[in-house]
């Protein structure tokens, strides 16, 4: 999933998102926070902290763009340095609110404490060579994941290919031996961080038990205002509304790559299905088989990615007819003239997402963004391009880091990137430590939330696709669009912390990591490797987030709460029939509702800012199964007659 930067990169939990931190030189030392002031109440060591924390903000948060958009050495050095001196920061306030235990408070600043414990995703050990060791590795694993590429040949035939180039095959081809080649050689990228991360993980391990913890898991379980056993129990019982939607999605994919590959190479044993076939490196989203999985051929347009080449061809033709120097070559102009066009359509693209939020009555992003942002890969250096937002200076520096292209995928990455940005900017007014989501779900379910309004009369009323079709099978092919990236995602969603919260209470060992990450998405994805993936592999860090070190679970809730967020948001703007038919796209109505709930952070328990929104304070996946409700009932009639299902492996098989 695409995450957010937002404050304070790895070390937050809920403004959380991406980033990580590494190198080398003196530990910071711990004593650079200002000790305990005599006689100081809770309201005012709260006061106090809020400060410090927007003042370090911007430090921290420009050291770790820096490392993510200049990825070398020097980078990952300040990055390292800057997040070392956060964490040793952070453990001193927590070990000053100690003080406090016991103490009648008031509500906000007794929420304000408890955030403050649960602040870090990354929790580090108090001794000062531990935590700059876990600074460095966390750095180092998010370095060697933005520099990644898959590189084949000798000398002058040597070729590398990046995360793109390789999304790029799985993606378009259908060659079954060159996916199976891109997709392997993405996961060779990781094999070194495989001891890098046995020792990260024991770092913050002992970092969460100096906090009280019994492992870093449970530290993020509890973020949640409910207890870790309650988190875990919820989400198991989401996944359990869900699931069988899934599996119908499931059963028919599997059908349909049967006739495409065989049904010798279009499952593998078991009745999973391959890995390398589902169109994206991670089989967390299956758009790309739009293909294959197509319910009706001809049942109108929804080429959203042929009005972005249009789009994309027309930049460059403008940019091609421009003067040029009149001592740059043919080759020099026409390059010039690409990445001009590029950045023109990347920009485009991103002003047709911002022109959603305006249409809902929220301010345009400022003018520093569109200076400030990473649009496109740069040509200079190593970067990372998996899409993240970030909240610089808690005070309206907002940005996105893209390497945008034009297709879909990416047009709707921005649409939720934004959200990220908007939930920023609507609760900058709060105090730093409630300048959060309501709960990290909140937060990536924002932009989705946005994504589900995208419907085809909106498309078509924007010029992305032609005036749908008025049909069944129309309906089916809009349905199945936002299913293949919807529903595909939810189990994804919930295994990879599934394995990390293993991995952190000691039952998944160093020793069987690969073999336990494979378990998880045969049980919950039903998807499988065509090729034995032994213990020399580190598959779990050819996923953005395990080296990154940013919590998952988050984008399952999110995927509940998002239909439950678009469901209040329909009924806001009026809309009447069925919900799958609602954009509440310029309904300034739902706008300010939406606006209202974004602006109280993490103010206050999310179930209270839940029940603002949607009138109930539980997350639910009612939602999802009202607007699926006619693609399950499609799906079970293309399913009949099959055995549909998986049967996972046994261990060691």
Known sequence: ??????????????????TACKRDAEPAP???????????????????????????????????????????????????KANERWLAQLNVWIEQSKRFDGQQLKPETARALKLLRLWTSMPAPKDPKKLEELTQLATHMEGMYGAGSYCTGEGSARQCRDIGQLSDVLAKSRDYDAQLDAWQGWHTISIPMRKDYVRFAELVNEGAKELGFADAGELWRSGYDMTPAELASESDRLWGQVKPLYEQLHCYARGKLDAQYGKDRGEVAGGLLPAHLMGNLWQQDWSNLWDIL?????????????????????????ELGKPAASNASAA???????????????????????????????PKLPESYWQKSQFVKPLDRDVVCHAS????????????????????????????????????????????????????????????????????????????????????????????????????FLPFGLMIDRWRWGVFDGSIKPDSYNQAWWALKAKYQGVAPATKRGEEFFDPGAKYHVPGNTPYTRYFLSHILQFQFYKALCDA??????????????????GDKYWAMLSKGSSQPWQQTMKELTGGEKMDASAVLEYFAPLQDWLKEQNAGQQCGWQAPTAGA
């Not at 404050?7 to 991406?18: E, F, K, Y």
């Open 1 to 18: 999933m695409k995450p957010r930067h937002a404050l304070l990169a790895v070390a937050i939990v809920g403004a959380l998102a991406l």
């Open 30 to 80: 711990a004593a650079t926070a200002p000790v305990a002031q005599q006689g100081e109440t809770a309201d005012q060591f709260v006061a106090r902290v809020n400060e410090e924390v927007r003042k370090l903000s911007t430090e921290l948060n420009s050291a770790q763009w820096l490392s993510a958009t200049y990825i070398n050495g020097d980078s990952e050095l300040v990055a390292a």
């Open 294 to 318: 197509q319910p009706y051929k001809d049942a109108g347009s929804l080429d959203v990615n042929g009005a972005l080449k249009r789009l994309a061809d027309a930049d460059l033709a403008r």
């Open 332 to 362: 020099e102009r026409s390059f010039m003239a690409q990445r001009a066009a590029q950045l023109a359509t990347a920009k485009a693209m991103t002003e047709r997402a911002q022109d959603f939020y305006v249409s809902l009555g929220m």
């Open 389 to 488: 937002a970030w909240d610089m200076n808690m005070a309206g520096d907002v940005r996105t880091k893209m390497c945008i292209a034009p297709t879909e995928e990416d047009l709707t990455t921005i649409y939720h990137e934004l959200g990220h940005l908007y939930y920023d900017l609507a609760y900058n007014k709060q105090p730093p430590i409630f300048q959060n989501g309501a709960h990290d779900g909140f937060h990536e379910a924002i932009g989705d939330t946005i994504v589900l309004a995208m419907t085809p009369k909106y498309m078509a009323s924007v010029g992305l696709v032609d005036e749908p079709a008025q049909s069944r099978e129309a309906l089916i092919d809009a349905q199945m669009r936002m299913a293949l990236a919807k529903v595909a």
């Open 573 to 590: 703007a009026g809309h009447k029939g069925p919900l799958y038919e609602c954009s509440f796209y310029g309904s300034k109505a739902a």
